[in-house]
């Protein structure tokens, strides 16, 4: 049967302001099943501007809650700086709880409450973004969205509280054991499965966004994407791609997007890749603080990628050696294939998930000089070779500091540049970088 498309008039129809236009909107939506998912052009028609005032009915055709301005400052103790869960480009994050008395039918539970920053550079168009696909889509790796608020220019988004913050968070913070290899390969194949059911939807989503700060993880360390407010639909019909400007975080972004402004589902699998090498090394992306040919992870890294012989190069030394030999070597070679700089030699998500499920259980742990003791005449036990690693741990921990304090103060590169790039150097590309 051929599918209608939805409205965005359907989905928020309070944003508009022709209530006859409400009335047959509920018709269609009550036949939502059949229809299209609303898509983010849907929002960007010019003839349909959206009044935001009046956000007071609830959203027609999906679970997402309506909140006053007054009832978020209630739940977050007036936006307290004890209940601040982390900043980023679209503004600052809160814990709050709700319950029932809030709304009746809402579950008892902790909730994180993201405020727009009116002076920041996201605004009301990444909030849409964020309702649009997050109030559509459900997924046990997409982080789930309560509700919202819209009242006056205030926009506030409220999701579920994932109560290990985010995977940047846990992988690069300086005082905390590190990561197990097998919670890094868990989270790894939870990420993937998210990323898959965007791409293999019916009509294919793509996040454009993928980074360790969007990978929220749960008490358990089930990953969950979250942050939709640059995600993209995918081509339609005949289209290969969608062209669109390039917007993003560097050290992710794939290079023929950068080059071109061309997204496909082929640049998340790129950005899939980075965040892949970051859970394998335990380095960020980009890091200022390297010596210059280190700065970028990737292009450090890709000599050893291909010879699986180099893996110590590589891998994390926070490991101490306790991971899988076969599965860090799998893990590599997948990476690998992900930052292929052709996009049609990168695999598809659902490949990334088949190869990380048959990892998941390996347990060859690699025995090596990161663990070998060396006893000394007076009896005591010496570290020596780990002594050293320490030493290089030192020099990555203060790098994580100033990265962290980069992160803290706003300073992660973002890039933005008009549409229709033209073919220029990747290194010309710093010319279109603006800070968030
Ligand atoms: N649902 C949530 N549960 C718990 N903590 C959260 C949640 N959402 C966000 N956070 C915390 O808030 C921080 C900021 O998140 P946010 O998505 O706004 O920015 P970011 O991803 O760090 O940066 P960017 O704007 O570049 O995406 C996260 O790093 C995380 O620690
Ligand atoms: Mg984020």
């Known amino acids: 049967m051929a599918s209608e498309k939805v409205t965005w008039k359907c989905i928020i129809p309070c944003c508009y302001k022709s209530q006859s236009h409400l009335q047959k909107s509920k018709k269609q939506v009550s036949k939502q099943s059949s229809f299209r998912r609303l898509s983010l052009t849907d929002v960007s028609d010019p003839s349909t501007p959206l009044c935001a005032a009046d956000l007071s009915n609830s959203l027609i055709g999906s679970k997402l809650h309506v909140f006053s301005l007054a009832e978020l400052k209630a739940i977050t103790n007036n936006f307290t700086w004890s209940n601040l869960l982390g900043e980023g480009g679209f503004g600052p994050v809160y814990k709050g709880f709700v319950d029932n008395k809030l709304r009746s039918g809402l579950e008892a539970q902790p909730v994180a409450v993201k405020l727009l920053d009116l002076d920041g550079l996201q605004g009301h168009r990444e909030w849409l973004a964020e309702i649009i696909f997050l109030g559509q889509l459900r997924h046990p790796h997409l982080v789930k969205l309560i509700g919202y608020c819209c009242e006056d220019e205030h926009r506030l988004l409220v999701y579920e509280y994932m109560a290990r913050g985010s995977l940047e968070n846990q992988l690069f913070r300086r005082y905390s054991a590190a990561l197990p290899w097998s919670t890094r390969m868990k989270i790894a194949l939870g990420a993937a499965k998210g990323l898959t059911f965007l791409h293999e939807a019916d009509e294919p989503v793509i996040f454009r966004d993928f980074k360790t700060s969007n990978i929220l993880l749960d008490a358990d360390f089930t990953p969950k994407l979250s942050d939709f407010g640059l995600a993209k639909d995918g081509p339609e019909g005949e289209d290969t791609h969608v062209t669109t400007r390039v917007i993003g975080t560097q050290g992710y972004a794939a290079p023929e997007y950068i080059m071109t402004g061309h997204l496909t589902t082929n640049s998340d699998v790129y950005g899939y890749g980075v965040v892949l090498l970051e859970l394998i090394t ?116 203060d790098n994580e500091e100033n990265e962290q304090r980069h992160h803290r103060h706003g300073w992660r590169l973002r890039i933005k540049s008009p549409i229709s790039l033209p073919l220029v150097a990747s290194e010309d590309i710093v010319g279109y970088l603006a800070t968030s």
């Not at 210059?292 to 893996?311: G, I, T």
């Not at 048959?358 to 009896?379: C, I, K, R």
């Open 282 to 397: 335990g380095k960020r992306s980009i890091d200022r603080t390297r010596p210059s040919r280190e700065q970028s992870l990737v292009e450090w890294a890709k000599p050893f990628l291909k010879d699986q012989r180099r893996l110590d190069k590589i891998i994390d030394p926070k490991l101490e050696g306790q991971f899988s030999t076969r599965g860090a070597q799998k893990a590599v070679a997948l990476a690998y294939k992900c930052l292929s700089h052709q996009p049609k030699c990168r695999p598809v998500m659902s490949h990334v998930v088949s190869i990380l499920e048959s990892l998941q259980e390996l347990n060859d742990w690699f025995v090596g000089p990161f663990v070998y003791v060396a006893p000394t005449e007076n009896g005591s036990n010496e570290y020596s070779v780990k002594e050293e690693i320490i030493e290089s741990e030192g020099e990555t921990d």
